[in-house]
């Protein structure tokens, strides 16, 4: 159901448009979202998904609300795309496609991959606690759409650090000396000479090398892992966490408040290593992206 008269729309009055249009969910949620195509201005599907766009951009900054029921469409990454042409081709704004698709930088897209896009600007937060969406923007719950534990929050954009942090400003190198010997993404396995997935960047050091905090965080992992060996993991705001693997020792304990450039472990080669190197991973809502942005690192 669609909230397009205007007659109705002054007659439900704010309350009751916030009410209803923040309970309206697509009858077809659960199924799989319809493939957009091409983003060129022959396309259909694409200039009725800016219509909606720019509709329920209007009733949300004069009502709050949604005029057209929140949906997404598929889109699968061509080879010469990249975050900010595709952004600009949908008309969509970066902290809704980046939170939709748990982005943690533009470069966490690759070729073949498919991401989602709204009919609607937001913010999609992962929470089981909606009181702690509510402390966290101040504003009643009751202005959420909630889809298992996502939420998401019409009209609401990045704050400035946010921003900072998805253009790859908001977290520093681990290992600032070291070397890149893997990298993000598919790669041949040393152990099992197999076509994998390679879900962080190996910066290879000497061992026993000092490996620092990336951001100031928690730590929330210390410990021995299957095929991390020695590992640390640090939760940060916003979502996201990093992982610090194959450590020769660790410094931090779990629970304890490190900041940034804090030393948190030694290089070592513990767990499923082929050599002394750190293993290091962002993820951000637990899933793994590319490290590519993280100041201090440069991918050949």
């Known amino acids: 159901m669609l909230l ?17 249009s923040m309970t309206l969910v697509a009858n077809d949620a659960d199924a799989p979202p319809p493939a957009l195509g091409e983003l060129d201005n022959a396309n259909g599907q694409l200039l009725r998904l800016r219509r909606e766009i720019a509709d329920n951009l209007r009733s949300t900054a004069r009502f709050g609300g949604l005029e057209h029921e929140l949906r997404f469409v598929r889109y699968r990454v061509q080879e010469g795309d990249n975050f ?3 952004m600009a081709r949908v008309s969509q704004d970066a902290a809704t496609l980046a939170s939709a698709n748990d982005l943690a ?29 509510q402390r966290r923007f101040g504003r009643e719950v009751a202005l959420l759409k909630q889809k298992g534990d996502l939420w998401f929050l019409p009209g609401q954009r990045y704050n400035n650090d946010e921003l900072r942090i998805f253009r790859g400003d908001g977290f520093q190198s681990p290992l600032p000396n070291g070397r890149i010997t893997s990298r993000y993404g598919s790669r041949l396995d040393p152990f099992t000479n197999r076509m994998t997935f390679h879900g962080g960047l190996d910066i290879a050091a000497a061992l026993g090398t000092p490996v620092y905090a990336s951001r100031e965080g928690r730590v929330v992992r210390a410990e021995t892992a299957p095929g991390y060996g020695q590992l640390v993991v640090i939760e940060h705001e916003y979502g996201y966490q990093t992982y610090y693997g194959h450590l020769s020792a660790i410094k931090v304990a779990v629970g304890q408040t490190v900041p940034a450039g804090h030393i948190i472990g030694l290089v070592g080669r513990t767990g499923r290593a082929t050599g002394p ?13 590319n490290p590519r942005l993280v100041h201090g690192i440069t991918v050949p």
Request: glycine fraction near 8%; hydrophobic fraction near 45%; charge should be positive.
């Open 84 to 86: 900010f042409v595709i």
């Open 105 to 133: 930088n533009p470069n966490a897209l690759l070729p073949g991959t498919d991401i989602l896009i709204p009919n609607a600007r937001g913010l999609f937060v992962h929470s089981e606690d909606p009181n702690a969406i």
């Open 4 to 20: 397009k008269n205007r007659k109705l729309l002054r007659r439900v009055g704010l309350v009751g448009l916030l009410f209803w």
């Open 277 to 289: 190197h750190l293993h290091f991973e962002v993820r951000v809502n637990g899933q793994r992206t």
